[in-house]
C-alpha cells in the first residue's frame, strides 16, 4: 500500500464565485489516480457542499484531503460562528442561510444532509463562537 | 480513444515554438518539443482554440479536398445552417443553394431541414420517463467528446439522437435512391460543408466505424471561395430551402435550445463557458432544466474556425435571413406519425464511452508513486506557468517530468539560478 497523498485547499470565504474550486481540484486528482467515477462523484459532492457551507456560514475555512487507494479522508476546518444544535443541522430543509444567499439558490437546508449521504462516516465537532470541524470518510468500494 | 480522428494538425514549417496555443489549449493536449507544438490526440476534443490563437497560422483545420466530389456520380450538399451568415446581403437562402447546384452539386439537402426534424424529435424525447435531466445537446462534437474524457456522470445525460448532420445524410441518401433509382449507394456522394473541424473528426470516426452516411466534409471557407462567384443573383432562384426560422437559428449558440418551446433551457457557448457549465451540472448546483444546449465555439456554430465571417456579423445577417421565413417548413414531416414516437433510425447508433484522458498509471499503487513524485518536483519549480519548457504549467511539466517525457533541465528559471550559482562559485574561488 502506498503512502497516502495530501493535498491542502483553502477555501476563500470573500469570494463566493470560488466556491466549488477545491472539488473540481479533488476530481482531477481523483481521476487522475484512477478512482472509479461512482467514488469521484461521491466525494466531489460532498466536498462541495462543504466548500459551500464554509463560504455561507464560516467565512471560508481549510480542507484537508487524504487520499488512500482503498480510503478517501476529508477534513474540513472553519473558525466560523460553529453550529449551535449539531442534530437540527442534520435535519433536511433545516437551514440558517440567510435571504440573500436562498435567493441565488443556495441554503435549502441539505448540505449537511447531502453530505453524510455520501460518507461512510461523517463526524461534525463545532463549538460555538470558535469553529466547526467535519470530518468525512469514503471507502472505495 | 485512440483511433479517434483529428481534424486539427500542425504544420511544423510555420511553427515558431512559441506558447500561445500551449496556453490556449482546455485541455492541455499541447507541449512544444524540438521547437515545435505537438497535440497529444488522447486529449485533443478538436475545439479549434489553438487554430485561432496562433500568430504564425501553423495550426490547421484538416478537411477533404472539394474535387474529391468528383469521384461520385450523384453529388448532394449538404450546407450547415452556419453557411447562410457566411454571405453578405444574402436576402434569400435559395441564392446560396442555387449557387451550389451551379456550381455541380446535383441536389442539396439543407442540415437546417434536418435540425428541424431534430428539434421536433427533442421536444418529444424530453417528455419520456426516466431521463437523466438536464438533457445535454449531442449536437457540438467537441462537447462530446469532452464529456467522454472527463465527465463519466454526464454521459447518460447526452441525449442519444442524431445530430442534424446525420440526419440530413439519411434523409438524403435514401431521397436520392428512392428518386433515382438506377443509382447504387456508392454512386451518390453525400457533401457536407463544415463550419468547424470537429464536425468533420467526427464524421470521419463515424464513418470508419461504419456508421453514418457522410463520405465527404469540405470546410465552409472553400466552397465561399468556389460559389461566390457563381451567385450572380441575376434571376429569382427556383425556391428549393426547406428552411424555417428553427433550422437557421441552430446556427447560433441558443436556437436549438430555444426551438424546443420550454423555457426551462440553458445555453453557453464558448469552451470555457462550456467547461463551468459541465462543472456544474457535474456536482449538481444547477437549477431545474430540462435541457442543456452547449457550443464549444464563441456564438455557436458561427463561431467554428472554418467559417469566413465574424461569428458576430454573420449572427446578425442570420437575423435578416429569418426574418421572413416561416418557424419551420418542416411540420409535415411530423403529421403521419405517433405523437410521442422517436423511430430508431434517429437514435445515435454509437454511444459515448468513458475514457480518461489524465490517468497517471493503469496500476493505482503506481499512480500513488507517482502522483507523490509530480508534488515533490512541482514544489521545487517557480510556479510561473511561463511555458518555456513547453508544458503550460509548471504542475503539468511536473507530470511530464515523472511520464518520462520531459527532463528538469529544460525549466529556464532552474537552469537562469543554476548559473547565476556557478557564476557566483568561480566568483568566490578567484578570491
Not at chain 2, 518536483?377 to 519548457?389: F, H, N, V
Request: one cysteine or more.
Amino acid at each position: 500500500m502506498p503512502e497516502p497523498l495530501k493535498f491542502t485547499y483553502d477555501i476563500n470565504g470573500e469570494n463566493f464565485a470560488s466556491a466549488g474550486e477545491a472539488s473540481m481540484q479533488i476530481k482531477k486528482e481523483l481521476r487522475s489516480l484512477g478512482f472509479d467515477p461512482q467514488t469521484i462523484r461521491r466525494v466531489s459532492i460532498a466536498m462541495y457542499e462543504g466548500e459551500i457551507n464554509m463560504v455561507i456560514h464560516a467565512g471560508g475555512g481549510v480542507a484537508e484531503v487524504l487520499v488512500s487507494p482503498d480510503s478517501i479522508e476529508i477534513i474540513l476546518t472553519d473558525h466560523g460562528p460553529g453550529i449551535p444544535d449539531i442534530d437540527l443541522a442534520m435535519q433536511e430543509g433545516y437551514s440558517t442561510a440567510p435571504d440573500t444567499i436562498r435567493s441565488i439558490g443556495f441554503g435549502a437546508g441539505m448540505g449537511l444532509p447531502n453530505m453524510k449521504k455520501y460518507t461512510d462516516e461523517m463526524v461534525i465537532e463545532s463549538h460555538v463562537q470558535k469553529g466547526t470541524r467535519v470530518f468525512m470518510r469514503f471507502d472505495v468500494k | 480513444m485512440g483511433n479517434y480522428n483529428h481534424s486539427v494538425l500542425l504544420d511544423i514549417e510555420k511553427c515558431k515554438g512559441c506558447t500561445n496555443c500551449l496556453k490556449r489549449c482546455p485541455t492541455e493536449a499541447i507541449r512544444i518539443r524540438d521547437g515545435h507544438a505537438q497535440i497529444n490526440s488522447n486529449r485533443c476534443i478538436d475545439c479549434g482554440e489553438c487554430i485561432r490563437i496562433c500568430p504564425y497560422k501553423a495550426k490547421k483545420a484538416v478537411s477533404d479536398k472539394i474535387e474529391r466530389l468528383q469521384e461520385f456520380k450523384y453529388k448532394i450538399a449538404l450546407p450547415a445552417p452556419s453557411l447562410y451568415g457566411q454571405f453578405d446581403n444574402l436576402d434569400d437562402i435559395d441564392y446560396l443553394l442555387q449557387g451550389l447546384l451551379d456550381y455541380g452539386f446535383d441536389e442539396v439537402f439543407e442540415v437546417a431541414r434536418a435540425a428541424e426534424i431534430v428539434s421536433g424529435y427533442t421536444r418529444r424525447y424530453l417528455k419520456m420517463p426516466g431521463l437523466a435531466k438536464p438533457v445535454i445537446s449531442s449536437a457540438c462534437p467537441v462537447v462530446s467528446r469532452l464529456i467522454a474524457l472527463r465527465y463519466p456522470f454526464l454521459i447518460d445525460n447526452v441525449m442519444p439522437l442524431k445530430p442534424p448532420v446525420d440526419v440530413a445524410a439519411q434523409l438524403a441518401r435514401e431521397g436520392a435512391m428512392k428518386a433515382h433509382p438506377e443509382l447504387k449507394s456508392e454512386d451518390i456522394g453525400v457533401c457536407f460543408i463544415s463550419p468547424c473541424p470537429a464536425k468533420v473528426s467526427y464524421l470521419k470516426s463515424e464513418k470508419e466505424a461504419g456508421r453514418g452516411n457522410v463520405d465527404c466534409i469540405v470546410s465552409a471557407s472553400d466552397i465561399y471561395f468556389a460559389i461566390v462567384n457563381k451567385m450572380e443573383r441575376k434571376q429569382v432562384p427556383i425556391p428549393v430551402s426547406k428552411t424555417g426560422m428553427i433550422g437557421v437559428s441552430w446556427a447560433a449558440s441558443g436556437g436549438e435550445a430555444s426551438a424546443l418551446f420550454n423555457d426551462r433551457y440553458l445555453a453557453a457557448d464558448g469552451i470555457e463557458n462550456v467547461i463551468k457549465v459541465l462543472d456544474n451540472i457535474d456536482n449538481g448546483t444547477l437549477p431545474n432544466l430540462e435541457f442543456v444546449e452547449l457550443d464549444a465555439c464563441t456564438g455557436g456554430c458561427v463561431g467554428g474556425v472554418m467559417n469566413v465571417a465574424n461569428p458576430f456579423i454573420a449572427k446578425a445577417r442570420l437575423q435578416s435571413i429569418r426574418r421572413y421565413l416561416p418557424v419551420s417548413q418542416n411540420w409535415d414531416f411530423f403529421n403521419s406519425k405517433d405523437d410521442d414516437m422517436v423511430p430508431d433510425s434517429f437514435f445515435s447508433e454509437g454511444s459515448i464511452e468513458y475514457e480518461p484522458d489524465d490517468s497517471l498509471a493503469g496500476d493505482m499503487n503506481e499512480a500513488f508513486r507517482k502522483r507523490a513524485a509530480i508534488q515533490e518536483i512541482a514544489d521545487s519549480l517557480p510556479q510561473l506557468d511561463c511555458g518555456s519548457c513547453g508544458a503550460p504549467t509548471c504542475m503539468a511539466f511536473a507530470e511530464d517530468i515523472v511520464r518520462g517525457e520531459a527532463t528538469e533541465e529544460e525549466c529556464i528559471v532552474k537552469m537562469r539560478d543554476k548559473i547565476q550559482q556557478l557564476l557566483r562559485g568561480e566568483h568566490n574561488d578567484s578570491k
